[in-house]
């Protein structure tokens, strides 16, 4: 296992995985911010560094999974690191733990062929999961609370994540094309569910174009680091204010 981590490690594009993790972490947490701020009372405490270091080590993971095509045993290292950070930043908030664990356990069961998450169900399951456990919990630790409203503020964040996270976990060609549409399409209902602007017109054309280029090319094999910046500027423009 030593040999294969260590392998791994030096074969690793890191010029690609750190601008990778940095994109990932302003993705995931650029909406619920967005949202804090404008409520008044909410401030930031000693937990926003433990979830800063948490949302880092799933930020490593994920790019670590993708160039691996989801056998990476080096990403156990910052999963791990994660599960902990969790435990130690918020043992005192029971439901929240619990979220933030459910999300590295699942991308080490990922990993497991028997499991066949590499497919739509697990880009789901990804989406929700990342949606419920980051996002929520950046709300969280600067609301000190969660309401539903909350929660509907950030389905563009999940819906996001399925659309520009599908030709990683769609290998299969014949039905890539329908289940890319199908996710672009409720991108865009979550979209149009903000207050119309100019930046969400923004959105709306960089997703459709998005959708021709993966559809144009759905046999090549996709640029992760491009594909998080631009779901970046997207999430970007959707919460612009």
């Known amino acids: ?11 690793m594009n890191w010029k690609d995985l750190l601008p990778t993790t940095f994109i990932l972490l302003i993705t995931w947490s650029y909406a619920p911010f967005s949202y804090a701020v404008g409520v008044q009372g909410s401030h930031f405490n000693a937990h926003m560094g433990m979830l800063f270091l948490y949302v880092i080590c ?11 095509h989801f056998g990476s045993t080096l990403s156990t290292i910052p999963l791990i690191a994660s599960g902990i950070v969790a435990i130690i930043g918020f043992s005192k908030t029971p439901l929240l733990l619990a979220l933030l664990l459910l999300l590295p356990i699942f991308l080490l069961v990922i990993q497991m062929p028997s499991m066949d998450f590499q ?13 419920f456990t980051v996002s929520v919990a950046c709300a969280y630790v600067s609301l000190h609370f969660i309401s539903w409203e909350i929660i509907s503020f950030l389905l563009p964040v999940m819906a996001s994540t399925w659309f520009y996270m599908a030709p990683f976990f769609l290998d299969n060609v014949s039905q890539y094309k329908f289940k890319v549409t199908i996710f672009a399409v409720i991108l865009l209902i979550f979209t149009l569910s903000r207050p119309l602007r100019a930046s969400i017109y923004m959105a709306i054309a960089i997703i459709v174009a998005t959708w021709f280029v993966m559809v144009a090319k759905a046999d090549e094999k996709p640029s992760l680091i491009i594909y998080c910046l631009t779901q970046m500027v997207i ?3 959707i919460y612009w204010s």
Request: hydrophobic residues 60%.
């Open 1 to 11: 296992m030593g040999k294969l981590i260590k392998q791994q490690f030096m074969e």
């Open 58 to 68: 799933i930020g490593l993971v994920v790019p670590m999974l993708m160039y691996h």
């Open 119 to 131: 497919n739509s169900l697990g880009l789901i399951t990804f989406g929700i999961l990342m949606m």
């Open 235 to 237: 999430i970007t423009l």
